[in-house]
């Protein structure tokens, strides 16, 4: 699945501060490196569980809310387009012979590239917030 990003990038993202999102059906996460999909949201008391699914696996998981700070969120595409105002992506077949995707800043430079989407897009907005 190369439209959102590893559990490595992930961590390194949220470390760096990029949002980490309130749960809601659909998002992706990761509990201990393993992937997770949020199903379905079910009040429970003064918080809501959050039902997950472990993607290839046919486990679920019941996460109440005020446990999801101990998640990582898995930033697809167009989340990191949205922290990323004024980049674009671009796929390319001809570059040194090989598919790739570039990741533009908003002057129209190339602030990264690699064959997932995801992963380039993370690498621009590690580049911009990493360390800072």
């Known amino acids: 699945m190369n439209n959102i990003c590893t ?4 961590a ?12 809601a059906p659909g998002q992706f996460w990761y509990i201990e490196g393993a992937l997770y999909m949020v199903r379905t949201s079910v ?11 472990r993607l290839n696996s046919g486990y679920d998981a019941f996460v109440k809310e005020e446990r999801f700070s101990g998640l990582v969120f ?7 387009l949205r922290e990323l105002p004024g980049y674009d992506i671009g796929y390319y077949t001809a570059v040194e012979g090989k598919p790739v995707f570039i990741a533009f ?4 430079e190339k602030a990264a590239e ?3 989407p995801a992963e380039v897009l993370a ?3 590690l580049e911009l917030h990493e360390g800072k």
């Open 7 to 10: 559990p490595a990038t992930a």
């Open 123 to 125: 690498a621009a907005w």
């Open 74 to 80: 898995a930033p697809g595409v167009a989340d990191l």
């Open 114 to 116: 690699g064959k997932s």
């Open 43 to 53: 009040p429970a008391g003064r918080y809501k569980d959050f039902m997950l699914s």
């Open 12 to 23: 390194r993202l949220k470390a760096a501060g990029f949002p980490q999102p309130d749960p």
């Open 105 to 108: 800043d908003d002057n129209g």
